[in-house]
T-cell receptor, first 114, second 112 residues
């Protein structure tokens, strides 16, 4: 089975622009979570979606939004990009068996804001 | 709030030597703990997880971790380091379903 896939792999944007990142979960997984990993730091939780509804949100501004589609794929949108948004954005999927369940991560999208 | 602290941002060991990566947790309830590995320019791969079934947890690639409540620790070990173990290692706790809170990571370097 294919793992979690993310597109694009790399992206370069200018300050003030908008970006959309995409994620396809492992087949059968209904939950998708998004994380931001700034260089040299651990991943930070942004959003979690299950059955197309937002079930959790981290400490990120409203410029960050996401949605989940009927096929359980997901998009992360970031508006009005700032230099500080440069990071590796990771998507993770899970079956949603509850707390303690492992998440499976994609390879990430590296966003560079200039 | 549940959190984890990784001691040592960089660890270097000789090939064949013991690997010990330290992680301490903060939680008022029994935590769900994880170790992930990240190779350069890749996503995270699960090494092992603790869910209270057993205090000694065995993972992939010869790694294991022991949950010690008295020390609030969940250190990762491997008896003999291999060159392919060079990577970034992250300890994480799950404070709620489908959410992980990560430590700052430990970069492991293997000396030939």
């Amino acid at each position: 089975d294919a793992g979690v896939t993310q597109s694009p792999t790399h992206l370069i944007k200018t300050r003030g622009q908008h970006v959309t990142l995409r994620c396809s979960p492992i087949s059968g997984h209904k939950s998708v979570s998004w994380y931001q990993q700034v260089l040299g730091q651990g991943p930070q939780f942004i959003f979690q979606y299950y059955e197309k509804e937002e079930r959790g949100r981290g400490n990120f501004p409203d410029r960050f939004s996401a949605r989940q589609f009927p096929n359980y794929s997901s998009e992360l949108n970031v508006n009005a990009l700032l230099l500080g948004d440069s990071a590796l954005y990771l998507c993770a999927s899970s079956f949603d068996k509850g707390q303690g369940e492992e998440q499976y991560f994609g390879p990430g999208t590296r966003l560079t804001v200039t | 709030a549940q959190s984890v602290t990784q001691l040592g941002s960089h660890v270097s060991v000789s090939e064949g030597a013991l690997v010990l990566l330290r992680c301490n947790y903060s939680s008022s309830v029994p935590p769900y703990l994880f170790w992930y590995v990240q190779y350069p320019n890749q996503g995270l791969q699960l090494l092992l997880k603790y869910t209270s079934a057993a205090t000694l947890v065995k993972g992939i690639n010869g790694f294991e971790a022991e949950f010690k409540k008295s020390e609030t620790s969940f250190h990762l070990t491997k008896p003999s380091a291999h060159m392919s173990d060079a990577a970034e290692y992250f300890c994480a706790v799950s404070p709620s379903p489908r959410k992980l809170t990560f430590g700052t990571g430990t970069r492991l370097t293997i000396i030939p």
